[in-house]
């Protein structure tokens, strides 16, 4: 696949990576609306792909006191998925990680979106929460809550490790991805328990609760390749990662690692094992000292033979998958006279007198329409959860925790009388969270998402005006732009223009905020015997020319750099269209969007 070759100013720009944005759909300009291959529109695809993060040194291990490893019990893993409808193009990764701040994602997610033009809402990271892995990036809240087991220096080398793997998994993900099906299912298991044990004077301790709140539902999403072989798994159960205690130094990615490893072996096909809402739930065998003591290896019985059950389960799949990606924030008190990391600025407001909000992050993903999986990047207790799911829409509502850093514990109204490490340690949030969460919440599965597919699929062209995200990115999309010229089309079922002639062009009224260079990233398709024409992209700032690069077919969008601009705050215009010396036999491009990513961004 060749890259753009551009100029900027005469000077020669050379594009550091390729980036392959494999989204299948059917660009149509050179077909008929009879033709077979335009009825490739939604074909459903997917990929899988398991990359080892097990360090080969010494670490700190996070969870617990601060304790440095020895030895290896069991290896660590990235798991990612790339989901791609033709339309919306879906990562996530699972990753035997205790816990990261919000900023280690952000940082991640800006490696992707400059790589891959992957925007934030369709990456989710989620951990699995063992808490005998290394540490990762800086410290984030924790620090504020337990400062004294933070004086070693934070590890950027094998931070660094951690994000170049996930980045090359996402890579090597998206060049893999097949014709796939999915299905969905439940499963019940006993492996977890309450862990917030009450004694007579109402207070709670870190023990066990026989009679409190639980969630031993496993909520499976399965997808097969077209020929019904299994894919990946993902499963979602609620439990900490806590069967091995502190006094433990061996690497292991405890519960969620041996029941994955486990399914992967009986069905072989990967696991992503997503952690629920498990703030207060516990596995039923809780910190013991080494793996026999803590009865590692049961729980491949307790937790994994459930989980192949419920794949049992799942004898219907379908071919027909929309994607839909969202997100919202969630506003709520913060504790009086609480730190707050200097990392972290992004996810609080100072609301004057002493008085700050949490900003708590809310991501959504709607499968068709009996699918909706929602996280947060908390510790969630489990009955706030199972009321999302008792009044969600959807017959399968997952929720997937510790995704996208870590904001602490997000308790129960209920439960902060009873005080306890999870409401009085680790909790930034007053009683008012619960309701908080599940207005929002609700609000948002009752409401924004229900309509939200078949809206997304047939979206109209409306030239409108092109303001930055909350990131600073301007998002020029076909369906914001204004085309001119005898032949040129809005394909609605694309999201993209189809071109013909050499007088067509597209202009967008953009207006940035602030004086910034930005990174300018085309997705576009076209077929391998029409690449190769100039285009050029026009601006106040300058001009960027250069030529097509091949996408593999009409049918396969793909995405790249094409140079960067320095532009000024204000309104003013973009404009693509073809270069000069323009073969009139040829069709230009089909194109989607435009994406400026400010440079001060992290790369």
Same mark, same amino acid.
């Given at each position: 696949?060749?890259?753009?070759?551009?100029?900027?100013?005469?000077?020669?720009?050379?594009?550091?990576?390729?980036?392959?944005?494999?989204?299948?759909?059917?660009?149509?300009?050179?077909?008929?609306?009879?033709?077979?291959?335009?009825?490739?529109?939604?074909?459903?695809?997917?990929?899988?792909?398991?990359?080892?993060?097990?360090?080969?040194?010494?670490?700190?291990?996070?969870?617990?006191?601060?304790?440095?490893?020895? @030895?290896?019990? =069991?290896?660590?893993?990235?798991? /990612?998925?790339?989901?791609?409808?033709?339309? %919306?193009?879906? &990562? #996530?990764? +699972?990753?035997?990680?205790?816990?990261?701040?919000?900023?280690?994602?952000?940082?991640?997610?800006?490696?992707?979106?400059?790589?891959?033009?992957?925007?934030?809402?369709?990456?989710?990271?989620?951990?699995?929460?063992?808490?005998?892995?290394?540490?990762?990036?800086?410290?984030?809240?924790?620090?504020?809550?337990?400062?004294?087991?933070?004086?070693?220096?934070?590890?950027?080398?094998?931070?660094?490790?951690?994000?170049?793997?996930?980045?090359?998994?996402?890579?090597?993900?998206?060049?893999?991805?097949?014709?796939?099906?999915?299905?969905?299912?439940?499963?019940?298991?006993?492996?977890?328990?309450?862990?917030?044990?009450?004694?007579?004077?109402?207070?709670?301790?870190?023990?066990?609760?026989?009679? @409190?709140?639980? =969630?031993?539902?496993?909520?499976? /999403?399965?997808?097969?390749?077209?020929?019904? %072989?299994?894919? &990946? #798994?993902? +499963?979602?159960?609620?439990?900490?990662?806590?069967?091995?205690?502190?006094?433990?130094?061996?690497?292991?990615?405890?519960?969620?690692?041996?029941?994955?490893?486990?399914?992967?072996?009986?069905?072989?096909?990967?696991?992503?094992?997503?952690?629920?809402?498990?703030?207060?739930?516990?596995?039923?065998?809780?910190?013991?000292?080494?793996?026999?003591?803590?009865?590692?290896?049961?729980?491949?019985?307790?937790?994994?033979?459930?989980?192949?059950?419920?794949?049992?389960?799942?004898?219907?799949?379908?071919?027909?998958?929309?994607?839909?990606?969202?997100?919202?924030?969630?506003?709520?008190?913060?504790?009086?006279?609480?730190?707050?990391?200097?990392?972290?600025?992004?996810?609080?407001?100072?609301?004057?007198?002493?008085?700050?909000?949490?900003?708590?992050?809310?991501?959504?993903?709607?499968?068709?329409?009996?699918?909706? &999986?929602?996280?947060?990047?908390?510790?969630?207790?489990?009955?706030?959860?199972?009321?999302?799911?008792?009044?969600?829409?959807?017959?399968?509502?997952?929720?997937?925790?510790?995704?996208?850093?870590?904001?602490?514990?997000?308790?129960?109204?209920?439960?902060?009388?009873?005080?306890?490490?999870?409401?009085?340690?680790?909790?930034?949030?007053?009683?008012?969270?619960?309701?908080?969460?599940?207005?929002?919440?609700?609000?948002?599965?009752?409401?924004?998402?229900?309509?939200?597919?078949?809206?997304?699929?047939?979206?109209?062209?409306?030239?409108?005006?092109?303001?930055?995200?909350?990131?600073?990115?301007?998002?020029?999309?076909?369906?914001?732009?204004?085309?001119?010229?005898?032949?040129?089309?809005?394909?609605?079922?694309?999201?993209?223009?189809?071109?013909?002639?050499?007088?067509?062009?597209?202009?967008?009224?953009?207006?940035?905020?602030?004086?910034?260079?930005?990174?300018?990233?085309?997705?576009?398709?076209?077929?391998?015997?029409?690449?190769?024409?100039?285009?050029?992209?026009?601006?106040?700032?300058?001009?960027?020319?250069?030529?097509?690069?091949?996408?593999?077919?009409?049918?396969?969008?793909?995405?790249?750099?094409?140079?960067?601009?320095?532009?000024?705050?204000?309104?003013?215009?973009?404009?693509?269209?073809?270069?000069?010396?323009?073969?009139?036999?040829?069709?230009?491009?089909?194109?989607?969007?435009?994406?400026?990513?400010?440079?001060?961004?992290?790369?």
């Amino acid at each position: 696949m060749a890259i753009f070759q551009y100029k900027r100013s005469h000077i020669m720009y050379r594009i550091v990576m390729l980036i392959t944005h494999c989204l299948i759909t059917q660009a149509g300009f050179a077909k008929s609306p009879g033709d077979p291959a335009a009825n490739n529109a939604g074909i459903f695809r997917a990929a899988v792909v398991k990359t080892d993060i097990t360090p080969d040194q010494p670490k700190m291990l996070l969870g617990y006191n601060a304790r440095q490893s020895k @030895g290896v019990h =069991d290896h660590i893993y990235h798991r /990612i998925v790339v989901l791609d409808d033709g339309i %919306t193009q879906f &990562v #996530l990764v +699972s990753s035997d990680i205790c816990v990261i701040s919000p900023s280690e994602y952000d940082h991640v997610a800006s490696l992707l979106l400059h790589r891959f033009g992957i925007a934030p809402e369709n990456f989710w990271w989620s951990l699995t929460h063992t808490h005998s892995a290394p540490e990762v990036g800086v410290p984030g809240l924790p620090e504020v809550f337990m400062g004294d087991r933070y004086k070693h220096p934070v590890d950027t080398v094998y931070t660094s490790f951690v994000e170049q793997r996930l980045v090359e998994g996402v890579e090597q993900a998206r060049k893999n991805l097949v014709k796939a099906r999915l299905g969905a299912g439940w499963g019940h298991s006993n492996a977890n328990i309450n862990r917030r044990g009450i004694d007579v004077n109402g207070k709670a301790s870190l023990g066990m609760d026989p009679d @409190g709140p639980v =969630d031993r539902r496993i909520g499976l /999403i399965r997808i097969d390749k077209e020929d019904g %072989t299994p894919l &990946v #798994l993902l +499963s979602n159960y609620a439990v900490h990662g806590t069967a091995l205690n502190a006094a433990n130094l061996q690497i292991s990615a405890d519960v969620p690692g041996i029941v994955s490893e486990y399914v992967e072996e009986k069905t072989g096909a990967p696991m992503l094992f997503i952690n629920g809402a498990a703030g207060n739930l516990a596995p039923i065998y809780s910190t013991y000292p080494n793996p026999s003591s803590a009865h590692l290896s049961q729980f491949r019985v307790l937790l994994g033979d459930k989980i192949l059950d419920a794949n049992r389960q799942i004898t219907a799949t379908t071919d027909k998958v929309r994607l839909f990606a969202g997100k919202t924030i969630i506003e709520t008190p913060r504790k009086d006279s609480l730190g707050w990391p200097s990392d972290m600025g992004n996810y609080t407001r100072d609301l004057g007198n002493g008085k700050h909000l949490i900003k708590l992050p809310a991501r959504f993903l709607k499968i068709n329409d009996d699918i909706a &999986v929602w996280s947060l990047p908390v510790e969630l207790f489990c009955e706030i959860s199972n009321g999302v799911r008792d009044r969600s829409p959807y017959a399968y509502t997952f929720y997937y925790g510790y995704t996208n850093g870590w904001l602490g514990y997000l308790p129960s109204a209920s439960e902060f009388k009873h005080g306890g490490y999870e409401v009085e340690t680790v909790c930034p949030y007053t009683p008012d969270v619960e309701k908080d969460v599940k207005d929002v919440v609700l609000n948002y599965l009752q409401g924004d998402m229900k309509s939200k597919i078949s809206a997304e699929r047939l979206p109209v062209n409306r030239p409108s005006l092109v303001e930055p995200d909350e990131a600073g990115v301007l998002v020029l999309s076909a369906e914001k732009g204004k085309a001119t010229g005898p032949d040129i089309k809005y394909m609605p079922e694309w999201k993209a223009f189809g071109w013909f002639t050499h007088k067509d062009k597209v202009e967008w009224e953009i207006n940035p905020k602030e004086n910034k260079e930005y990174l300018v990233i085309i997705e576009w398709s076209v077929a391998d015997d029409h690449s190769g024409q100039p285009f050029m992209l026009e601006s106040s700032a300058g001009t960027i020319t250069g030529n097509v690069g091949k996408s593999g077919s009409w049918e396969t969008f793909t995405s790249a750099p094409i140079g960067t601009l320095k532009l000024n705050a204000g309104n003013q215009r973009i404009i693509f269209k073809p270069g000069k010396n323009f073969d009139r036999q040829k069709a230009l491009l089909d194109l989607r969007k435009i994406v400026l990513v400010p440079m001060d961004k992290e790369l």
